[in-house]
C-alpha cells in the first residue's frame, strides 16, 4: 500500500462523497480486478495496481477500500460503501462464496457493460431525431397556426376542397393533444396503481407482473434467467450443493427479488418438488430453463449446462436490443418525414390548382 501512505484519509473521505462512481466506471474497475486476479495478483495487489491509472481522488478511496478490507470486511460491503450497482455488488457477494472470484467479476462485469452500452447506444440512436421532432414542431406550429389558415380561407373562398395532406394537418393537430392527455393520464393512473397496489406487493408478485409488458418484459424475463442461472452455475461449480446455494441466495438480503426467490424455491423442495417443476412455476423464468435445469440433472452437469444458457440469454437479449434499435430510428424518420411532406404539400398543391386555372 505504498502509493497511499501519504494521502490524508480525511480529506479523500469528502472528496469520495463528490465523485460518484458511474456504472461503466464500476464495470471496467471489477472487469480489470478480474482480469487482474486471473494473473494471479491478491486482491488488494489488484486494487493498488488499478489506482495507478486513476484520479487522485479514485486513489483515495482505493485507500480506504484497502484499510477496510484489512480490517475483514467483506469485498461486497466495500463496494456498497462505494456506492456501486446492487447488480455488480450481487455478483461479488456469490463470488465471495464460491471461490471462482475471477470469472465471476468477469461476468458481471461484461453484461453490466453491455446494459450500459446498450442504453448509450439508444440514446445516441434517439439523439438525432428527437431534434429533428422538436424542430418540426415548431415548424408544424407556425405552419398551423399562421400560414395554412390563411391559406384555407383563401382556397375555400375560391372553391377549392381541402386536400389529402390538409386533412392530416388538421387531424393531427386535431388528435395530437389528445394523445398527450391520454399518455398523461396513463402515466398518472400507473403512478397511483405503483403507491396504492404495485409496491405493497410481494417482490415475487411484482417481477411476475413486470414480465408481462410488452418487449421490456421480455428482457427483464432473460435477466432474471441469465442472473439466476449464472450465480447458480458458479456456486455448484464451487462445490456448493443446490440446497446450500438457495441459502446463499436467500441470505442476499441487498437483492430482495433473489433473496425471496431463493427462500420460495428451498421451502418448495424440502416439500418433495423437483426442481425443474418449481422453476417452471415461476413466469419470470424463460420457458426453456426449466427443461435446461431438468437435463442438467440427468446428465449430471446441471453448472455447465447453466453456464451455456445464461451465455444463450444474453446473446438473445443482445440480438433483441439491436432489432429493436434499428426498428426505432426509421419509423422515426417516416413519421417526420410525413409529416413535413404533408405541411408542404398542404399549401402547394391548392396553389398549383390555382395556378392551372389561370
Given at each position: 500500500m505504498g502509493i497511499f501512505k501519504h494521502l490524508n484519509t480525511s480529506a479523500w473521505c469528502t472528496m469520495m462523497k463528490k465523485?460518484?462512481?458511474?456504472?461503466?466506471?464500476?464495470?471496467s474497475f471489477l472487469r480489470r480486478i478480474g482480469e487482474l486476479l486471473a494473473r494471479g495478483y491478491p486482491i488488494a495487489g489488484a486494487i493498488e495496481s488499478i489506482s495507478l491509472h486513476l484520479p487522485d481522488y479514485r486513489?483515495?478511496?482505493?485507500?480506504?477500500?484497502?484499510?477496510?478490507?484489512q480490517k475483514g470486511?467483506?469485498?461486497?460491503?466495500v463496494l456498497e460503501s462505494l456506492g456501486f450497482h446492487q447488480d455488480l455488488i450481487g455478483y461479488v457477494y456469490f463470488a465471495e462464496q464460491h471461490g471462482s472470484f475471477a470469472d465471476a467479476l468477469l461476468e458481471g462485469s461484461s453484461l453490466v457493460l453491455l446494459k450500459d452500452r446498450d442504453v448509450k447506444k439508444l440514446v445516441k440512436l434517439l439523439q438525432y431525431p428527437m431534434l429533428l421532432i422538436i424542430i418540426t414542431g415548431f415548424l408544424f406550429m407556425f405552419v398551423q397556426k399562421t400560414l395554412l389558415p390563411r391559406f384555407t380561407t383563401l382556397f375555400t373562398s375560391l372553391g377549392l376542397e381541402a386536400n389529402f395532406f390538409t386533412k392530416v394537418i388538421y387531424a393531427f393537430?386535431?388528435?395530437?393533444?389528445?394523445a398527450i392527455e391520454v399518455m398523461l393520464a396513463i402515466l398518472l393512473l400507473t403512478a397511483i396503481y405503483y403507491f396504492f397496489s404495485f409496491r405493497k406487493l410481494s417482490v415475487l408478485k411484482q417481477r411476475a407482473l413486470l414480465v408481462r409488458l410488452p418487449i421490456i418484459g421480455r428482457i427483464l424475463k432473460l435477466l432474471f434467467t441469465h442472473y439466476f442461472s449464472i450465480q447458480?452455475?458458479?456456486l455448484l461449480s464451487g462445490g456448493i450443493s443446490v440446497s446450500e446455494a438457495l441459502i446463499?441466495?436467500?441470505?442476499?438480503?441487498?437483492?430482495?427479488?433473489?433473496?425471496?426467490?431463493?427462500?420460495?424455491v428451498k421451502l418448495k423442495l424440502l416439500t418433495g418438488e423437483r426442481l425443474e417443476t418449481i422453476l417452471a412455476s415461476f413466469c419470470f423464468f424463460e420457458?426453456?430453463?426449466?427443461?435446461?435445469?431438468?437435463?442438467g440433472q440427468e446428465n449430471g452437469k446441471l453448472e455447465q449446462e447453466l453456464l451455456f444458457f445464461s451465455k444463450h440469454c444474453v446473446a438473445i437479449m443482445e440480438e433483441m436490443l439491436e432489432k429493436s434499435l434499428k426498428t426505432?430510428?426509421?419509423?422515426?424518420?417516416l413519421f417526420i418525414g410525413f409529416l413535413i411532406v404533408s405541411m408542404y404539400l398542404a399549401i402547394l398543391l391548392p396553389m398549383f390548382h390555382l395556378l392551372d386555372g389561370i
Amino acid at each position: 500500500m505504498g502509493i497511499f501512505k501519504h494521502l490524508n484519509t480525511s480529506a479523500w473521505c469528502t472528496m469520495m462523497k463528490k465523485h460518484k462512481w458511474s456504472v461503466n466506471e464500476q464495470a471496467s474497475f471489477l472487469r480489470r480486478i478480474g482480469e487482474l486476479l486471473a494473473r494471479g495478483y491478491p486482491i488488494a495487489g489488484a486494487i493498488e495496481s488499478i489506482s495507478l491509472h486513476l484520479p487522485d481522488y479514485r486513489k483515495g478511496e482505493l485507500h480506504d477500500c484497502l484499510v477496510n478490507l484489512q480490517k475483514g470486511l467483506p469485498f461486497h460491503d466495500v463496494l456498497e460503501s462505494l456506492g456501486f450497482h446492487q447488480d455488480l455488488i450481487g455478483y461479488v457477494y456469490f463470488a465471495e462464496q464460491h471461490g471462482s472470484f475471477a470469472d465471476a467479476l468477469l461476468e458481471g462485469s461484461s453484461l453490466v457493460l453491455l446494459k450500459d452500452r446498450d442504453v448509450k447506444k439508444l440514446v445516441k440512436l434517439l439523439q438525432y431525431p428527437m431534434l429533428l421532432i422538436i424542430i418540426t414542431g415548431f415548424l408544424f406550429m407556425f405552419v398551423q397556426k399562421t400560414l395554412l389558415p390563411r391559406f384555407t380561407t383563401l382556397f375555400t373562398s375560391l372553391g377549392l376542397e381541402a386536400n389529402f395532406f390538409t386533412k392530416v394537418i388538421y387531424a393531427f393537430d386535431e388528435y395530437f393533444p389528445l394523445a398527450i392527455e391520454v399518455m398523461l393520464a396513463i402515466l398518472l393512473l400507473t403512478a397511483i396503481y405503483y403507491f396504492f397496489s404495485f409496491r405493497k406487493l410481494s417482490v415475487l408478485k411484482q417481477r411476475a407482473l413486470l414480465v408481462r409488458l410488452p418487449i421490456i418484459g421480455r428482457i427483464l424475463k432473460l435477466l432474471f434467467t441469465h442472473y439466476f442461472s449464472i450465480q447458480l452455475s458458479f456456486l455448484l461449480s464451487g462445490g456448493i450443493s443446490v440446497s446450500e446455494a438457495l441459502i446463499l441466495f436467500e441470505q442476499n438480503k441487498r437483492q430482495p427479488f433473489y433473496s425471496e426467490l431463493g427462500k420460495e424455491v428451498k421451502l418448495k423442495l424440502l416439500t418433495g418438488e423437483r426442481l425443474e417443476t418449481i422453476l417452471a412455476s415461476f413466469c419470470f423464468f424463460e420457458k426453456e430453463f426449466p427443461m435446461i435445469v431438468k437435463h442438467g440433472q440427468e446428465n449430471g452437469k446441471l453448472e455447465q449446462e447453466l453456464l451455456f444458457f445464461s451465455k444463450h440469454c444474453v446473446a438473445i437479449m443482445e440480438e433483441m436490443l439491436e432489432k429493436s434499435l434499428k426498428t426505432v430510428q426509421p419509423i422515426l424518420y417516416l413519421f417526420i418525414g410525413f409529416l413535413i411532406v404533408s405541411m408542404y404539400l398542404a399549401i402547394l398543391l391548392p396553389m398549383f390548382h390555382l395556378l392551372d386555372g389561370i
